[in-house]
């Protein structure tokens, strides 16, 4: 995996998850002590056009990078970030647990159900100091639009500049998420490391229900101009989730996390990036 753009090189090793040699002699020379694997295919919708591909980074890659632990580093720590869409629909009104069986219903909640397993398989059968997360839905800047919030926020932006009619484009928006700022969820992964149990699954995410019709809603009404909210079958996915709520309490417990970002920050933040991105765009044409 590259590092981002903006941060030096110095110290840093290029390794492709699929190429398990190169991933090998990565692990082997750097020697870490602790290892966030958030590197994978991380759409739902995008699996369902490219299922084979993302089942094999999430799953392959996540097996490749393991392997390269136990022969290298087996005392390392390793975070290996999964998806709480691994557990699919759950009961409306309801907070899923930790120990609630899985169903995934995209390519993508099946990838990352697999990976959760491989995880779990190498802390009992190695020994390894693996934690697993099933991480629900997170939002902030820097997310690209191909997600739900900055898909909205892209929208509005073009709106108010002009570019486009007044119209937002959804999809399925009948639908229930647990939705937490990515800043947070970045915090409750850094305790993790420090502080969560070796061998331990958790649920990350506030436990807060939030209907895509409400965040449809807040967005709108803070762009500059008035939108018109039209449904696009296009967007629709072939299979959703229409509840998706986690209980964190064991997260909680554990490292004494707790979301701190409103989501009406999260949302500010997020639009104002997409009006900075296209006011700094070279002008077409």
Do not use: C
Not at 242 to 254: A, C, F, I, N, Q
Request: aromatic content about 6%; glycine content about 8%.
């Amino acid at each position: 995996v590259a590092p981002p753009a903006e941060l030096p090189l110095d110290g840093w090793r290029t390794a492709d998850l699929l190429d398990a040699r190169s991933l090998d002699e990565a692990v082997a020379t750097v020697r870490p002590d602790e290892i966030a694997h958030l590197a994978g295919q991380s759409s739902a919708a995008r699996s369902f056009e490219q299922p084979v591909e993302t089942f094999r980074l999430n799953v392959t890659g996540t097996w490749n990078l393991l392997e390269a632990v136990r022969r290298h580093v087996p005392r390392a720590r390793v975070l290996v970030v999964g998806s709480g869409e691994a557990y699919g629909p759950q009961p409306e009104g309801s907070r899923v647990a930790e120990d609630a069986p899985f169903n995934p219903v995209s390519p993508y909640a099946l990838s990352k159900a697999a990976a959760d397993a491989l995880a779990e398989l190498h802390a009992r059968a190695y020994g390894l100091d693996v934690i697993r997360t099933r991480s629900f839905g997170h939002t902030g800047p820097g997310q690209e639009p191909r997600f739900v919030v900055p898909a909205f926020a892209q929208q509005i932006a073009t709106i108010e500049r002009g570019a486009a009619d007044p119209v937002l484009r959804v999809g399925n928006l009948e639908v229930t998420r647990d939705l937490t700022d990515v800043r947070d969820i970045v915090r409750a992964y850094i305790l993790l490391l420090k502080r969560g149990r070796a061998g331990e699954a958790y649920n990350v995410g506030q436990g807060e229900a939030m209907k895509l019709t409400e965040v449809v809603r807040r967005l709108a009404k803070r762009s500059r101009v008035k939108v018109r909210v039209e449904v696009d079958p296009a967007r629709f996915r072939p299979a959703d989730v229409p509840w998706l709520v986690g209980d964190p309490s064991k997260l909680e417990r554990d490292t004494g996390w707790r979301a701190e970002i409103a989501f009406e920050r999260t949302l500010d933040d997020v639009l104002e990036e997409w009006r900075g991105r296209l006011a700094s765009a070279p002008a077409s044409g």
